[in-house]
């Protein structure tokens, strides 16, 4: 709103109700988003939030949604009027009273200002009546959701929209009869009137506002005693034998998740209820609502064809969200800076959980093969973020959020419980949750806690692995005298070349004919001597980081390279896996040549599925971003040969289709593709490996990208599928795939409109086939435009959002021409948002170095 739009509005309020004079002094400047500043004051003077909230949800999505909402709380007199957040335009707001009276609707930059003169010490009430914002409702044609991280509840409704001003939240929503619903607060009562029902629920504990939350729609309700707790889940999944597999683990995995952490903190579930939803296509893999988990649908619900990989993502997944409910959800971070901080507990906490709810499974294995490469992902870029990293404003906070929050983090944990001890970081971390239960902490607030309980120079310890970027490279030196060891000496510096040190522990194994030595190294300088070395047997190789537990780049024993399979620890192959490509990457050891034929030999030996989807996925990284085009048919038909090969051989069904996607994934000559329309158009699999529906889906998607001369395999492929949200998806995609480049240009011009990108996963699953490598010569010319948008997308989408269309759009790519295309888009725009600058050079570092391995 305009000034003169304001004054217009006092004047007449002065006018019609005689109320205090109000001057302009009672307004304090306003700005965009949610400032520190602003939430520090408000933090301040404002306590015992309430909230209580109507929604009238109509049967079509594109009707507006009537509201209504009562805030109570107290307040401390002070000169500034009071800024509510409301990130939608002025028209949505039809009503304003404080404490029983009305006052002028006064609106300026995403804020409602109430005049202190309205307000008494003591306890307020504001009661507002609005038009509900649409950008977080996610409202689809039966069913719709909300998603309020970091900052949208304001883009729903009116709030105090910061995390340490949590509030207890009471709910109502009328919807369509037959619609399911669910919020943070158990049922109250319900009534029908006519084709409507409304819903109202139990108020819920104190909650951020990022946490509150409600699903609506034509879901199916499943509920379940799980102990002394009923458990319901809502879904939408039609296939029978999804459901049928499913249900079981979904509520077990659950129950066993919270029966871990009540023994681990000592605290019981600190909600009134337990429930979750499965949202089609949802954003994230999951989202911990309080009491009302959401997950993306295809994450839970797995078919007879899922490999032993894909049901450990799902115990995984379903521990983590779970352990948000003590660490996020009870205790909160203050402030966005450390959202680092709950997502690393949950992480942490959810690596331990699995460990015990899935006893058959290699928990140091999983460690390695989940967080490490995805850390390294990050951290060897340009664009490379602290864990931590200040935040002067809200609006801003999805930006934080990305491969070093989630998967750094946990590494630096584990470092420091093997610093401490388990027992001592336990006891720590249960002080830390009773302390500040219901409440909000800093990292700063946990480090003094565990300080307390470890000798080592913790403040030291933090500056390295939380507030810098970056990671080591280490050198080493073994000297012998004769065939004895005389001298093993380890280096470290910052990758950079920076003389940083990363106090860390980790194993290197000396490998013999018939045995392994490992030694404990104690890396707290820059330079550490083993003495223990000394005078052992000279080894046939040195393998650095056997247990996976240390971080950097490690060098590599070239006699090693040829006998990766003697290596009998599975972890310490992943770990070397993860090295070698490291190493790759960084154009020392190994080109991606010799990387490629070494994958190849060992590619149906490698015993365990984790390493194998390790593998399978580097090797198709090789073939498609580290091969110039002109010999990629050659090494693409190489290894073709080796995965079917190596499948044919391989008993174990999970394995047996990771390597059929492995040759689905780098099908390029004339057998391999028809083959693959003969499997699809027959729908009939290869012996010992089960397709879904889902996996017929993707692929008619690798055949129609590979422009396949046979006539509507998308169109055949839409009408076998049964469920209508997959359907949608299909149907979504399939210009992004046509074989008529004007559809294409036509089907990539459309996502300028932001009401196009609403369904996000959508989006970015076909930008990765629009930007496929085989498509690369049309797709080149999207690039400008993809990333001019990237500022809409960022304050349009949801935190993933810009990462995702980032990495979408560039991963494929490898010419210089595209690097010197980000180069200077970013050259051109000194002043760019450092935390958008940062993304775009994350993600456009396999392009960076692929120009430069491939085009010296």
């Not at 305009?2 to 109000?22: C, D, E, K, P, V």
């Amino acid at each position: 709103m305009t000034r003169y739009g304001i004054t217009a509005i006092l004047l007449f309020f002065l006018t019609m109700s005689g109320n205090a004079q109000l001057t302009p002094s009672n307004y304090t400047s306003v700005e965009t988003g949610v400032s520190q500043i602003l939430a520090k004051a408000r933090k301040k003077t404002i306590s015992n939030l309430a909230y209580t909230l109507k929604f009238d949800i109509p049967a079509q999505k594109n009707q507006p949604i009537p509201a209504t909402e009562s805030i109570t709380f107290d307040w401390v007199k002070n000169a500034s009027s009071l800024q509510l957040d409301f990130k939608e335009e002025r028209s949505h707001l039809q009503a304003v009273s404080v404490n029983q009276k009305m006052v002028p609707i006064v609106f300026q930059n995403e804020h409602i200002l109430i005049s202190t003169a309205f307000l008494t010490p003591g306890r307020n009430t504001i009661s507002i009546q609005f038009t509900a914002g649409n950008l977080s409702l996610n409202r689809n044609d039966d069913f719709l959701y909300t998603l309020l991280v970091p900052d949208r509840a304001r883009t729903v409704f009116p709030c105090f929209d910061q995390p340490d001003l949590k509030a207890k939240f009471q709910l109502s929503l009328t919807v369509p009869n037959g619609w399911q619903a669910m919020t943070n607060a158990a049922v109250k009562d319900s009534t029908v009137t006519g084709q409507r029902i409304t819903i109202n629920f139990r108020q819920s504990e104190v909650i951020p506002t990022y946490l509150f939350s409600f699903v609506a729609g034509k879901f199916t309700a499943i509920s379940r005693q799980m102990g002394k707790r009923l458990m319901t889940l809502l879904h939408r999944e039609t296939d029978t034998t999804k459901i049928r597999l499913s249900l079981d683990p979904i509520f077990n995995l659950h129950a066993d998740a919270m029966t871990f952490l009540e023994e681990y903190t000592q605290i019981p579930y600190p909600f009134q209820k337990f429930d979750f939803a499965a949202i089609p296509d949802f954003q994230y893999g999951g989202m911990e609502h309080v009491g009302a988990i959401d997950y993306k649908l295809a994450s839970l619900f797995l078919d007879n064809g899922a490999t032993r990989d894909q049901k450990l993502s799902r115990a995984t997944l379903i521990s983590h969200e779970t352990a948000h409910m003590w660490f996020g959800d009870m205790v909160t971070m203050r402030w966005f800076d450390d959202v680092w901080l709950k997502e690393v507990f949950a992480n942490f906490m959810a690596d331990k959980i699995t460990e015990v709810s899935s006893p058959d499974a290699n928990y140091d294995l999983q460690f390695v093969v989940d967080h490490f490469p995805a850390a390294y992902g990050v951290d060897r870029t340009e664009g490379a973020n602290p864990i931590g990293q200040p935040l002067a404003n809200l609006q801003e906070a999805g930006t934080l959020y990305g491969g070093i929050i989630y998967h750094k983090a946990p590494i630096m944990m584990r470092q420091l419980e093997r610093l401490m001890g388990k027992p001592a970081l336990r006891d720590g971390l249960r002080e830390y949750l009773k302390k500040y239960a219901f409440s909000n902490a800093t990292w700063a607030d946990l480090i003094a806690i565990l300080d307390a309980r470890t000798p080592f120079d913790l403040a030291t310890w933090n500056r390295v692995w939380v507030s810098e970027t970056g990671r080591p490279r280490f050198t080493y030196q073994l000297e012998k005298q004769g065939d004895k060891i005389s001298r093993f000496v380890i280096e470290q510096k910052g990758e950079d070349g920076s003389s940083r040190v990363w106090p860390q522990g980790f194993e290197v194994a000396l490998v013999y004919p018939d045995h392994v030595e490992e030694l404990t190294v104690n890396m707290n300088q820059a330079r550490v001597t083993l003495p223990e070395a000394v005078g052992k047997p000279a080894p046939q190789f040195v393998v650095f980081n056997s247990s996976g537990q240390g971080y950097g780049v490690f060098p590599v024993d070239t006699a090693m390279i040829t006998q990766l399979g003697s290596l009998k620890n599975p972890v310490t192959r992943a770990a070397t896996y993860i090295n070698l490509y490291e190493n790759m990457l960084a154009g020392q050891v190994i080109s991606p040549a010799r990387l490629a034929a070494v994958y190849q030999q060992v590619l149906g030996n490698e015993s365990e599925e984790l390493n194998l989807r390790l593998l399978t996925s580097q090797l198709s990284d090789i073939v498609w971003n580290y091969t110039l085009p002109a010999n990629r048919s050659a090494l693409a038909n190489s290894v073709e040969q080796a995965a079917w090969q190596a499948m044919e051989a391989e008993p174990t069904p999970g394995k047996k289709k990771l390597l059929f996607r492995l040759y689905q994934n780098v099908a390029l000559s004339q057998e391999a593709r028809d083959r693959l329309y003969a499997i699809w158009n027959d729908q009939k699999a290869p012996t010992g490996v089960t397709l879904t529906e889902d996996d017929y889906t993707s692929l008619a998607l690798a055949l129609a990208v590979r422009d396949y001369p046979a006539e509507g395999i998308l169109a055949k492929q839409l009408l076998r599928i049964k469920n209508p949200d997959r359907k949608k998806r299909l149907e979504f995609m399939m210009p992004a795939l046509s074989g008529n480049v004007a559809e294409r240009d036509q089907f990539f011009a459309s996502l300028a409109q932001d009401s196009n990108r609403e369904r996000e996963a959508w989006v970015t699953a076909a930008l990765g086939y629009l930007h496929h490598p085989l498509r690369a010569e049309t797709s080149v010319k999207y690039l400008p435009k993809s990333l001019e948008l990237l500022e809409e997308i960022q304050r349009t989408g949801d935190i993933f959002f810009p990462e995702s269309w980032l990495r979408s759009t560039l991963s494929s790519y490898q010419t210089p021409n595209v690097t010197q295309l980000v180069r200077k888009f970013l050259s051109d725009r000194p002043t760019y948002n450092p935390r958008l600058r940062a993304k775009l050079l994350q993600a456009a570092d396999a392009t960076f170095r692929a120009s430069t391995l491939l085009y010296k």
